[in-house]
């Protein structure tokens, strides 16, 4: 059985580059749990493992895959992406903006380098953090279709965590030109080259994400889904990036399996997220050392 991680220690960075979703005037709050490997090498920096939640959850209630990392021996720092967590609170930019994330891990790279040397590192994500991984690897949002969907000529799924976060979205930015502000950044190449290897599980925006982006892929990406997921459904979310990116490798964890049973307080299938974090481990243990 896999030790339970010890409490993180919790620090908010602020973003100067970019502004806090409910006052302009202040910066972009990022929130990290940081657990520290229980051995460190005086020497040698621990390989270092991102962990990004799925939409509307939060860094905190990762433990299935931060565990399993941790007793591998990594460093193990999980954000709250602003707008998108239960901590704080919901923005609609916060589930309509996701490349916003990336910049997140980015960015708190940046201020932990500032500090000390880092080992190398990965990035796991589940849900849309499963985007937010694939973005560092160098996936990229395709503006128009995402202006579609914000536009109303493409549809938008269902988002159980914010009903009518379109009309929020669109509340909030009510000209076209505002709203067209409001998407600079989509579409550009959020890739970090400290960022050595990403492990997705049931990743999102797979519909969204250019071929062409996906095929310049270069670092190793091992992808998990589950078989009766409806919330990031195989075909539409997960197989574009099993099949354009080249480095990409990976397999179901159960064709009975859903997208809330990796996170449900009552799991049909309690295994699932369990498979998943040693799936996690050993691959970033290949990867990283």
Known sequence: MIPSAPEPLIRVLYDESRPDLRDASRPR????????????????PAPLVFVSHGTGGSGSEMEWL???????????VAPDH??????????PEGFLHPWERPKDIS??????????????????????????????????????????????GAP???????????????????????????????????????????????PGVGALVTRESLESVRVPVAIRWAGADTITPYE???????????????HSIGPAVRHDDFFAPEPADPTARVRAGEDAAAFFLERLG
């Open 107 to 152: 960015f708190a790279l940046d201020a932990l380098a500032g500090e000390e040397p880092l080992g190398p590192v990965g990035v796991a994500g589940f849900s849309i953090g499963g985007y937010t991984a694939a973005a560092l690897a160098g996936a990229r949002v395709d503006p128009g279709i995402l202006w579609a969907v914000l536009t109303g």
């Open 66 to 76: 931060v565990d399993p990392l941790h007793a591998a021996g990594f460093r193990v």
């Open 236 to 250: 539409i979310d997960t197989r574009p990036y099993l099949d354009h990116i080249p480095t990409a490798s990976g």
């Open 156 to 202: 938008l799924p269902e988002i159980p965590e914010f009903p009518g976060v379109l009309e929020a979205l669109r509340a909030k930015y009510a000209q076209e030109e505002a709203a067209r502000r409001s998407l600079e950044g989509v579409g550009g190449d959020l890739s970090d080259p400290r960022v050595r290897a990403v492990f997705l599980v049931s």
């Open 29 to 44: 709050p990022v929130r990290l749990y940081v657990w520290e490997p229980s051995r460190k090498e005086p020497d040698a």
């Open 82 to 91: 602003h707008g998108n967590n239960f901590v704080d609170g919901y923005e």
